[in-house]
């Protein structure tokens, strides 16, 4: 029994008051094993029941599909593409590749080619494809093909496609229906290939496993004959264009070479140099023109000089650059002159008849030289002014040549480019005609470029539905849309159901998990009961780990539990936590404040005793004596009272002075508030909260309230977190293996402890 000096806790405790301690931060974001089984647990019916009736209901819909049956047929397709209608020759037999095939899948999809398998196959007279046709106007198998589904063209083989000739849409009383029908017949149809093969398998799909391997042979043997129709197609137009080009050619041909010599003669133009006389004449004007060019510089000279020297030494010089016989005859006549003159001026003197004779014959016939020097001075202008007037004409002359010849170049120009264009027509047109000789699709027969390699077989299994796959995966679909409800369910449902999120609201750690122990009980027995008939009951271990930890809290007396709403177990703790503390040796005493049928004087079957506080106060009475006693253990004591705003002190005062643990058994918040403003004059406050019975926005209410009232809230308690399973027999031996090898590893000695003195 552990004992306090109460007198002493009394004074030194009797009115302290704790505050909110710090929260303690938990991390929710983590699931454990143990959270996502009972996750499973809470929802196994939510989950079995959308599993079964997705299953139920992917069954049913499996059974009651149409059976659709696959067919194949194979086709084969030549390695060398014979294409006579190609301009280029390395393109006439150019092999099939990877993308060569992959063009021939399409064209298999094509509606140009679903439209001949339609009309080849009559396709229109089944039901499966006409939806206006109505199911009971199919026959059976054996005469149904017979007249319908043969492919006539196919086993006629290709054939001849006359010049001119192109393969036109058959006309339908109802096109719209026929292109539905088409368009079904597309979806039915599929074609594949492996890696690099040549081999097309072609796959048909219909609810009748003959009728599919039929429409599968008449496909590939219609493709056949359609893929050499578009051959032979191609090929005649081929010879039908290059007809049309020869004979475009041939009249363009003509057509240049009349325009090559109607220009010629408009141009004047000659075919041989030779003939060419304005070329002739040019070159002679241009030998006239450099000469008479020369000879105008000559004359110009010559006037030139003569003006030069006659104005620099005058007429007396004159003579070496004019020459005549008169100037010569004149030039002696004034030498004899002077001679005479110098004779007479000798014998007679100046002044003398004769001698002025002389002079004025001299004076004459100077002057008659000046006149003749002048006048030869004046036809040395005249000659080089006529020089140039010729050079002049010439130039002019030549000028007029050189524009013609340049004409008659640009004329030569258009001829050569109408001549180049005239060859160009003629290569062309050989080009043809050589094209036109090669080919000829009349006589030269155009194979077919695939053949059928494998027939299809009667199809014995369904391709579609198989239960075997669809019945599962509905099943597991199913599962998974179980699991996203329960999901959701869980998302919207906002009850405490693990001590994680109990700890993540009270930000402080959770004391204790109890677990539904009903099924523990004898009949007619309660949880006080059970410690009371066995302490080492599973409620009874989970009270007593609930005092060790009350115990570590710095020797707190006075604790209280308080839950957010009723019928929580917060009474039945406080039960429990009296009793297991009365059990080892500590003097507890229950405060109920909540008396009626479910308080704790009602749970332990003790009668209510409202006590006087004032009598214990003066010290007339005892709380011993006053207080109410469990009949069937008499050391827990149960006082009943409400208290007022003025007696929390004394009472709590005295409770220390007396009892080891005082428990207080507060209303529930959502009835009441005494919790809330009591929380402030207790050393504990213990949040006790049920498992999927307690709202998480409830929780949070009295938390924040307790909080908001400087409670000293130590930790929270987890009631009937999940069903209690005792362990099995077969577990214990396994268990105590276990612990000896842990302790083995820690100790290396198998647990045997050597005691050692």
Request: with cysteine; aromatic share 6%.
């Amino acid at each position: 029994m552990l004992l306090y000096d109460r007198e002493y806790e009394a004074d030194e405790k009797g009115g302290r008051r704790f505050g909110p301690v710090p929260p303690v931060s938990r991390d929710t974001s983590s699931y454990e094993l143990a959270d996502i089984v009972d996750f499973f647990r809470r929802h196994a019916k939510l989950i079995l029941i959308t599993a079964l009736t997705g299953t139920l209901l992917a069954t049913i819909i499996t059974l009651s599909l149409t059976k659709i049956y696959t067919a194949s047929s194979t086709l084969v397709f030549d390695r060398n593409d014979i294409r006579p209608y190609e301009a280029v020759i390395e393109l006439q037999k150019q092999e099939r590749d990877k993308s060569a095939m992959e063009t021939e899948m399409d064209l298999i999809k094509s509606r140009e080619f679903l439209g001949f398998v339609v009309d080849d196959l009559n396709l229109m007279e089944d039901p499966y494809f006409n939806a206006r046709l109505s199911a009971d106007t199919q026959q059976d198998a054996s005469s149904f093909w017979g007249w319908r589904w043969s492919p006539r063209k196919a086993q006629a083989g290709p054939r001849r496609v006359t010049a001119g000739q192109n393969v036109h849409r058959p006309t339908t009383l109802d096109p719209v229906n026929r292109d539905r029908v088409i368009t079904k017949l597309a979806a039915a149809i599929s074609a594949d290939r492996k890696g690099e093969s040549l081999a097309m398998t072609i796959y048909v799909q219909h609810p009748l496993a003959l009728y599919a391997a039929e429409i599968a042979n008449g496909v590939a043997a219609d493709y056949v004959v359609w893929s050499t129709q578009m051959k032979e197609l191609a090929a005649h137009a081929t010879v039908d264009t290059l007809r049309t080009q020869a004979k475009d050619l041939v009249q363009s041909i003509a057509k240049k070479e009349r325009e090559i010599a109607d220009f010629t003669m408009r141009s004047d133009l000659t075919f041989d140099p030779r003939d060419d006389v304005l070329r002739a004449r040019t070159e002679q004007l241009n030998q006239q023109f450099i000469l008479a060019r020369v000879d105008e510089a000559g004359a110009w000279a010559k006037y030139n000089e003569a003006k030069n020297i006659l104005s620099k030494t005058g007429i007396d010089s004159a003579g070496r650059v004019m020459t005549s016989d008169l100037l010569g005859s004149l030039r002696t006549e004034q030498g004899r002159l002077e001679r005479g003159r110098a004779q007479l001026a000798s014998k007679f003197g100046k002044n003398h008849p004769q001698v002025v004779e002389v002079d004025a014959e001299l004076a004459s016939n100077r002057q008659v030289i000046e006149g003749e020097i002048n006048r030869i001075l004046q036809e040395l202008e005249n000659d080089a002014k006529v020089a140039t007037v010729r050079v002049q004409k010439f130039q002019e002359e030549v000028g007029r040549l050189q524009k013609q010849m340049q004409d008659r170049n640009l004329d030569e120009i258009r001829r050569r480019e109408l001549e180049r264009d005239l060859l160009t027509e003629q290569k062309r047109y050989d080009a043809v005609v050589l094209r036109l000789g090669t080919l000829d699709p009349e006589k030269d027969e155009i194979k077919a470029t695939a053949r059928i390699a494998s027939f299809a077989e009667v199809p014995i299994d369904p391709s579609f539905p198989k239960p075997g796959l669809l019945i599962p995966i509905g099943g597991l679909a199913s599962l998974l849309l179980g699991m996203v409800g329960a999901m959701a369910v869980e998302a919207a449902d906002g009850r405490v159901r693990t001590a994680r999120t109990l700890e993540a609201i009270v930000n402080q750690p959770n004391y204790l998990s109890i677990p539904d122990l009903t099924a523990t009980l004898k009949p007619d027995q309660t949880l006080y009961r059970s410690i009371l008939a066995d302490p080492r009951s599973p409620f009874a271990r989970s009270m007593r780990s609930l005092c060790l930890g009350w115990k570590s809290q710095d020797a707190s007396k006075v604790v209280m539990f308080c839950s957010p709403s009723a019928n929580e177990g917060k009474t039945t703790c406080a039960v429990g936590m009296a009793t297991v503390a009365a059990l080892n040796g500590l003097r507890s005493v229950i405060l109920d404040m909540d008396p009626g049928p479910t308080g704790a004087t009602t749970m332990i079957g003790a009668p209510q005793r409202p006590f006087n506080l004032d009598l214990v106060a003066d010290g007339a009475t005892d709380l011993t004596s006053i207080s109410a006693q469990a009949p069937d253990f008499p050391f827990v004591h149960v006082l009943t009272s409400r208290l007022t705003l003025q007696d929390q002190e004394r009472i709590f005062g005295e409770l220390r002075r007396h009892f080891d643990l005082i428990i207080v058994d507060t209303p529930a918040a959502d009835n009441d508030d005494d919790a809330i403003w009591l929380a402030s004059h207790v050393d504990a406050v213990f949040v006790v909260a049920a498992a999927e019975r307690t709202y998480e926005k409830n929780l949070l209410d009295l938390v924040e309230r307790l909080t908001t009232s400087r409670a000293r809230i130590i930790g929270s308690i987890l009631n009937f977190a999940g069903i209690y399973r005792p362990k099995p027999m077969w577990k214990s031996p396994r268990d105590w293996l276990r612990n000896r090898f842990d302790s083995w590893r820690r100790t290396d000695n198998l647990g045997l402890q050597v005691r050692r003195s």
